[in-house]
């Protein structure tokens, strides 16, 4: 496969194939996991990308509809089937444990990220079942008051519990820093869009009082992401910390110290240039004066994250950039090439009209996973942004196949 052109569905189908699975133990239902070490694992965010991939492909290809809409639908319900009292969801589910993270047992750990209401709407595309629909907008409310229970900080975003399985592991905005402590990017743009995406399947469902409600959460959430967020100097979108808060101290000679010096913030910006910056193209919450400084000003840049590959996911220029780390358990993003950033960061530019960036994004993420199939027969789960060559995980499938949606773009490219 030289190429991902041609037959690109029969490709990808092929693909992801090696990552559909039948129901198994503790998991009831059939379930997708990432492929390669992963092998049996059902994650929350990377069954949901490999889902979308597929929604794709099968939106073009009648045949995949049913075995699509059997795993998808299986995701969710083997999500459902071990939900905590609390409303909680696993972030990782074997055959023999269905709560690796224990997610659902303990409110000082993290819990499943949300991308339960973007599945729900891409199964909705594909089979609407209002009973399970509805259904599932039941559990997914449960799982959002939970959220804003656990994790809802006092300037009005949610931060991680901890830096256990947060999705880009080793986020220096969040990583080896103290719990209840990050708001980060990538989680408040994955609720606002997840947000969104559960509002418009309550719709479809005639459930207003559910679509109402996550709808004016989610336009909250955007108005504190710009709030908190937007550095208007820098003309980037930082993660935040959420620690400012009163102090008082009890002193031998003044009585109480700092009393009269209470902070008038309630966050401050953590300053890296990390691929979670560009989130807000994703989502839409950057205004169009904000996209442009965004991608002239630090995306397009090769001295930071444009790289000969694709999109480096932390800019070059950051003194802890180490791509090349073999790093697992976290695994390496303060540089490699993910797939996945650079699909989230293509939408964002296709949203803003930056369609020959998109173009020659696509055609660059195109090339690099096509190279690796040719030399080495699998894809890997990162890449060296200069050379190209793949870093971690090999056999890795999993939000890889989102190629499938980018490749279109490519006409783009003058």
Same mark, same amino acid.
């Given at each position: ?11 990808? /189908? ?15 239902? &059939?379930?997708?996991? &990432? ?25 073009? =290809?009648?045949?995949? !509809?049913? /075995? ?26 074997? &055959? ?5 993270? =224990? ?20 199964? #909705? ?8 629909? #509805? ?59 997840? @947000? ?34 937007? =550095?208007? !100097?820098?003309?980037?979108?930082? #993660?935040?910390?959420?620690? #400012?808060?009163?102090?008082?101290? &009890? ?40 996209? !442009?400084? @965004? ?59 930056? @369609? ?15 190279? =690796? ?42």
């Amino acid at each position: 496969m030289s190429s991902l052109g041609g037959a690109p569905s029969t490709v990808l /189908q092929g693909y992801l194939k090696m990552i559909f699975r039948e129901p198994s133990g503790r998991l009831r239902h &059939p379930y997708v996991d &990432p492929g390669g070490v992963y092998g049996k694992n059902l994650w929350d965010w990377d069954s949901f990308w490999s889902i979308k991939a597929a929604v794709g492909i099968a939106a073009q =290809d009648s045949s995949w !509809r049913n /075995q699509v809409v059997r795993h998808a639908t299986g995701v969710l319900e083997n999500f459902f089937d071990h939900q905590g009292a609390d409303g909680s969801l696993p972030i990782l589910m074997t &055959p023999e444990d269905a709560d690796w993270f =224990d997610s659902t047992t303990s409110e000082t750990n993290n819990m499943g990220k949300p991308v339960f209401g973007q599945l729900m709407l891409e199964v #909705s595309r594909l089979q609407e079942n209002p009973a399970v629909l #509805s259904r599932w907008c039941e559990k997914l409310a449960a799982y959002y008051h939970c959220f804003a229970s656990r994790y809802l900080a006092d300037c009005g975003l949610y931060v991680w519990a901890n830096d256990i399985a947060i999705g880009s592991d080793d986020d220096p905005s969040t990583w080896g820093r103290p719990p209840f402590s990050s708001a980060n990017l990538l989680l408040n743009n994955l609720l606002y869009a997840d @947000l969104i995406a559960a509002a418009e399947v309550a719709s479809k469902m005639a459930l207003g009082h559910l679509a109402k409600r996550w709808t004016a959460e989610a336009e909250r959430l955007a108005g504190r992401i710009q709030h908190c967020c937007w =550095d208007s !100097r820098d003309g980037f979108f930082y #993660s935040v910390d959420v620690q #400012s808060r009163p102090r008082t101290r &009890p002193h031998r000679h003044f009585g109480t110290l700092n009393e009269n010096l209470i902070p008038s913030w309630s966050c401050l910006p953590l300053k890296i240039l990390y691929w979670t910056g560009f989130m807000p193209l994703w989502t839409g919450i950057a205004t169009p004066e904000q996209a !442009r400084r @965004l991608v002239e000003e630090h995306l397009l840049r090769t001295d930071q994250f444009w790289a000969p590959h694709g999109v480096r996911t932390m800019s070059a220029e950051e003194t802890i950039y180490d791509p090349a780390s073999g790093r697992g358990n976290p695994s390496n993003w303060i540089g490699p090439i993910w797939i996945l950033p650079s699909y989230l960061i293509w939408e964002g530019l296709r949203r803003y009209g930056f @369609l020959r960036e998109a173009g020659e994004l696509a055609q660059r993420t195109r090339k690099l996973l096509a190279d =690796d199939h040719t030399e080495n027969g699998c894809w890997h789960e990162n890449y060296h942004p200069e050379t190209g060559r793949g870093l971690a995980a090999p056999g890795f499938v999993s939000w890889n196949t989102l190629i499938f949606l980018m490749q279109e773009s490519e006409k783009w490219v003058s």
